[in-house]
T-cell receptor
Framework: NAGVTQTPKFRILKIGQSMTLQCTQD?????MYWYRQDPGMGLKLIYY???????DKGEVPNGYNVSRSTTEDFPLRLELAAPSQTSVYFC??????????????FGEGSWLTVV | AQKVTQAQTEISVVEKEDVTLDCVYE???????LFWYKQPPSGELVFLIR??????QNEISGRYSWNFQKSTSSFNFTITASQVVDSAVYFC???????????FGTGTRLQVTL
């Protein structure tokens, strides 16, 4: 029952540091997503991927990079951490709409604080 | 563009009260899906329901029920006999016809007290 697994769950970064949020799913889903959720706000899409080797920008991609070398993994990289990137990050995955009707499975979230 | 409006930012009810969370959507698609998700205080997002635009029947799952009306572009969510464990932020996701770029609004925070 692993589903979507994110690590780390909590992290404190200093301004200018880099880090990678790991995300892996074991459901053989084609689509994967990264969202961020700021306090009291909705979710904003950072990047998404429709399959291995394919990534695309969402609403708020600046300051982030992603890669999708395998179906299972979709890491999110912060190169130069800034206080504005303090947020909760959610990784998610789904099958194509024709199969799943857009049901998205979320990880448990990663709390990131940049100081 | 597809969007949803959850006009209720926060709702506070006493346990055992019924509560309805409103969701009004906009779309130009003729075929689409609508979703509700729950985010409890622990933070994870929990899928609640997916509704196909072809199916306007109301759905009931235990204390939860959903009223989908295409005529008013609404997909409202009712919790009957609310419980403290229902306290969460509830997101209605904008209608989508494809799996990419699923976005969410600001949600409605529900607080159920004793």
């Amino acid at each position: 029952n692993a589903g979507v697994t994110q690590t780390p769950k909590f992290r404190i970064l200093k301004i200018g540091q880099s880090m990678t949020l790991q995300c892996t799913q074991d459901m053989n889903h084609n689509y994967m997503y990264w969202y961020r959720q700021d306090p009291g706000m909705g979710l904003k899409l950072i990047y998404y991927s429709v399959g291995a080797g394919i990534t695309d920008k969402g609403e708020v991609p600046n300051g982030y990079n992603v890669s999708r070398s395998t179906t299972e993994d979709f890491p999110l990289r912060l190169e130069l951490a800034a206080p504005s990137q303090t947020s909760v990050y959610f990784c998610a995955s789904s099958l194509p709409a024709r199969v799943s009707g857009n049901t998205i499975y979320f990880g448990e979230g990663s709390w990131l604080t940049v100081v | 563009a597809q969007k949803v409006t959850q006009a209720q930012t926060e709702i506070s009810v006493v346990e055992k009260e019924d509560v309805t969370l409103d969701c009004v959507y906009e779309t130009r698609d003729t075929t689409y899906y609508l979703f509700w998700y729950k985010q409890p205080p622990s933070g994870e997002l929990v899928f609640l329901i997916r509704r196909n635009s072809f199916d306007e029947q109301n759905e009931i799952s235990g204390r939860y029920s959903w009223n989908f009306q295409k005529s008013t572009s609404s997909f409202n969510f009712t919790i009957t006999a609310s419980q403290v464990v229902d306290s969460a932020v509830y997101f209605c996701a904008p209608p989508k016809s494809t799996a990419s770029k699923l976005t969410f609004g600001t949600g409605t925070r529900l607080q159920v007290t004793l």
